[in-house]
């Protein structure tokens, strides 16, 4: 599975983005895809998985409320609607694939390579 991420860039404190992640070469459709990010100088951290039906989601206690992720397996890509952005938030953002929505890194298998996101206060 190739997974290229896209939709990064420089908004203010406060803006929207959203990210996609476009797959190609798997079963896309029976996948669990995830977002991580990982800031400066900090460890690569979970931001949301969306199971292949769309049937569960998790996010982490960061983002909620503020980001939302979705999925079209018709066109095999998942999305990251991200809202009320913060300074915080800015990192380079990773799309993954893997069995089980969880939180951590190591379940997943495939990774894109990442698309930046900067958040100006």
């Known amino acids: 599975v190739q997974l290229q991420a896209s939709g990064g860039g420089l908004v203010q404190a406060g803006g929207s983005l959203r990210l996609s992640c476009a797959a190609s070469?798997?079963?896309?459709?029976?996948?669990?895809m995830g977002w991580f990010r990982q800031a400066p100088g900090k460890e690569r951290e979970f931001v949301a998985a969306?199971?292949?039906?769309?049937?569960?989601?998790s996010y982490a206690d960061s983002v909620k409320g503020r980001f939302t992720i979705s999925r079209d397996n018709a066109k095999n890509t998942v999305y990251l609607q991200m809202n009320s952005l913060k300074p915080e938030d800015t990192a380079v953002y990773y799309c993954?694939?893997?069995?089980?929505?969880?939180?951590?890194?190591?379940?997943?298998?495939?990774w894109g390579q990442g698309t930046l996101v900067t958040v100006s206060s």
């Open positions: 969306i199971a292949w039906s769309g049937g569960k989601i």
């Open positions: 070469g798997g079963t896309f459709s029976r996948g669990v």
């Open positions: 993954a694939s893997g069995p089980r929505v969880v939180k951590y890194l190591t379940a997943y298998d495939y």
